[in-house]
């Protein structure tokens, strides 16, 4: 049975740091593409940082470039989110999913952790 486990989140002051990880239990996790969407109240659920099976190809969408790093260590199926000078827009409910190709498109990944609510405080 596959399961993603998304744990990290929390309560922090704006300009602080959190580090989510998502740990798999999917077969051939080295061989999975991972990304990290989010989901903030009213709002429809949106990329944040995909990174294909080997960790050759990352993506970031524009609105975290520059402060969110995505990372994979497939020894341990493990994918991780650094997540650096957070601000309050980056509240969200945040979700790791698994697929076949590092895609934007939610639909595309087959599999989804349960979430972990990330709130940033002004």
């Known amino acids: 049975q596959v399961q993603l486990v998304e744990s990290g989140g929390g309560l922090v002051q704006a300009g602080g740091s959190l580090r989510l990880s998502c740990a798999a239990s999917?077969?051939?996790?080295?061989?999975?593409?991972m990304a990290w969407f989010r989901q903030a109240p009213g709002k429809e659920r949106e990329d944040v940082a995909r990174?294909?099976?080997?960790?050759?190809?990352?993506y970031y969408a524009d609105s975290v470039k520059g402060r969110f790093t995505i990372s994979r260590d497939n020894a341990k199926n493990t994918m991780y989110l650094q997540m650096n000078s957070l601000k309050p827009e980056d509240t969200a409910v945040y979700y790791c999913?698994?697929?076949?190709?590092?895609?934007?498109?939610?639909?595309?990944?087959?599999?989804w952790g349960q979430g972990t609510q990330v709130t940033v405080s002004s």
């Open positions: 999913a698994a697929g076949e190709s590092p895609t934007i498109w939610a639909t595309e990944y087959r599999y």
């Open positions: 999917v077969r051939n996790f080295s061989r999975t593409a």
């Open positions: 990174i294909s099976w080997s960790g050759g190809s990352i």
